[in-house]
C-alpha cells in the first residue's frame, strides 16, 4: 500500500507519517509513505505515480487540497482521499465529500481517530479490489494459456482455467464486467497463438452468458477449439519442443544459452518450459546443458593439442577452476587425470 501525507506544516506531518508506521489494521500493509510540503508539489507526485490513500490539508498556499483532489481525480481515480483541516465547519466537511473525499479529519489527528479512518479505508480498497480482476493475474493466466495451446496441452487449459475460475468465484464481479473481459483475453490470446507465424487463426468469438460460470465454461471450450485448429493446420506434423530445444542446445553447446533464450525460440513461457522440460526428459535443463558440455569437453580433451583453460572457454566456460569442479562432479575425475587415464600427456 502507498500512501502520500500532503501538509505544509512540518510537525503534523511528521506526527502523521509517525501515526501511520506504528498503526496495527488488520490487512494493512504500509510498504511505501511520500510527503509533499505544498500542493504543486504534491500535484507532481500524483501525476507520476498512483497511490492508495492521500491525506491532504485543505488548507496550503499555491493549490489547496480539494483544488488537488479534484484535479487528481483524473490520474488516479481508485486513490482513497482523506482531507485535514483544522475548522470543524460542515460546509468543508461537505465540500470535502462532494469532490470525492472519503473522510475528513480534524486536527489535532489522534491515534483512536486516524485508526478508524485507515479501518474504514482499509475496506473500501478490500471492496474495490474484489470487483475487478487484478492484472498480474491475468497475465499469468494469459501467458500459460498460451504455452499450453501452443504445444496442444488440453490438462494445463484445463488446469490454468480451473485456477482462474477459483480466483473469479471469490469476488464480486459484475456480469457485464466479466463478459467484456474474457472477450477481450480470448481475443489477445488468438492474437498471440497468430504471432507465433506457423498457423493462421482466422477465428473470431462472442462469450455470452447468464452466469459467470458460463462465460468461463465457453472461455476453456473456445481454447479447446484453438487447439483443435492448430492440430488440423499442422496436420499431425508437430515438432515436439523438447527435441527441438534438445538439438538447438547440442548445436550450441559452445554458446552461453540459457533457459529463457531456448524458451522464446519457442515461443513458450520460461516458467512451463522449465516444467516440460523436466517433465519429458527427467532432467532440469541446467542439469542438461551440464551434460552435453561435459561430454562435448570429453571430445575436446582426446585432443591432446588443446590446453585445458582453452576447452574450459570453449565450451562455455569462463571460468577454468568452475569447468575443472564441474567436470570431476560428472566423470569423477579432474580433466587433467582423465586425460591421463587416455594415455594422454596433461
Not at 105 to 112: S, W
Not at 119 to 146: G, W
Not at 315 to 333: E, M, Q, V
Request: charged share 30%; with cysteine; proline share 2%.
Amino acid at each position: 500500500m502507498k500512501i502520500l501525507i500532503i501538509e505544509d506544516e512540518f510537525m503534523i506531518r511528521k506526527k502523521l507519517r509517525h501515526l501511520l508506521e506504528h498503526s496495527e489494521i488488520e490487512g494493512m500493509c504500509i510498504d511505501e509513505i511520500h510527503e509533499a510540503e505544498d500542493g504543486i508539489d504534491a500535484d507532481y507526485l500524483l501525476q507520476d505515480q498512483a497511490f492508495d490513500i492521500v491525506f491532504t490539508d485543505i488548507n496550503m498556499p499555491e493549490m489547496d487540497g480539494l483544488s488537488l483532489l479534484e484535479k487528481s481525480i483524473n490520474y488516479h481515480p481508485a486513490a482513497q482521499w482523506v482531507i485535514i483541516s483544522g475548522h470543524d465547519s460542515f460546509q468543508y466537511a461537505q465540500q470535502a465529500i462532494h469532490h470525492g473525499a472519503k473522510d475528513y479529519l480534524l486536527k489535532p489527528i489522534t491515534k483512536n481517530k486516524l485508526s478508524e479512518t485507515m479501518q474504514r479505508l482499509v475496506e473500501n480498497i478490500k471492496r474495490e479490489k474484489n470487483n475487478f480482476i487484478e492484472i498480474d493475474d491475468i497475465d499469468e493466466m494469459l501467458a500459460n494459456l498460451e504455452s499450453a495451446i501452443w504445444v496442444l496441452d488440453e490438462e494445463l487449459v484445463k488446469q490454468t482455467m480451473r485456477k482462474w475460475g477459483d480466483k473469479v468465484e471469490k469476488k464480486h464481479l459484475k456480469l457485464s464486467y466479466y463478459q467484456s473481459v474474457m472477450n477481450h483475453l480470448l481475443k489477445t490470446l488468438v492474437g498471440r497463438i497468430n504471432q507465433k507465424g506457423s498457423i493462421s487463426l482466422d477465428v473470431t468469438y462472442n462469450l455470452m452468458g447468464e452466469q459467470i460460470i458460463q462465460i468461463t465454461t465457453q472461455f476453456v471450450e473456445s481454447c479447446l477449439n484453438v487447439i483443435d485448429i492448430t492440430k488440423v493446420q499442422r496436420k499431425g506434423k508437430l515438432v515436439d519442443p523438447i527435441e527441438v530445444a534438445k538439438e538447438y542446445m547440442k548445436k550450441n553447446v559452445c554458446a552461453k544459452v540459457n533457459l529463457e533464450d531456448v524458451a522464446q525460440i519457442l515461443g513458450l513461457n520460461s516458467s512451463y518450459f522449465s516444467q516440460l522440460f523436466k517433465r519429458e526428459t527427467g532432467q532440469t535443463f541446467v542439469d542438461y546443458r551440464i551434460h552435453l558440455r561435459m561430454e562435448a569437453a570429453k571430445q575436446l580433451l582426446e585432443r591432446s593439442n588443446m590446453r585445458i583453460i582453452d576447452i574450459s572457454s570453449e565450451i562455455g566456460y569462463d571460468d577454468a577452476p568452475h569447468f575443472t569442479k564441474t567436470f570431476k562432479k560428472y566423470t569423477g575425475t579432474s580433466p587433467k587425470e582423465y586425460r591421463l587415464s587416455l594415455g594422454i600427456k596433461a
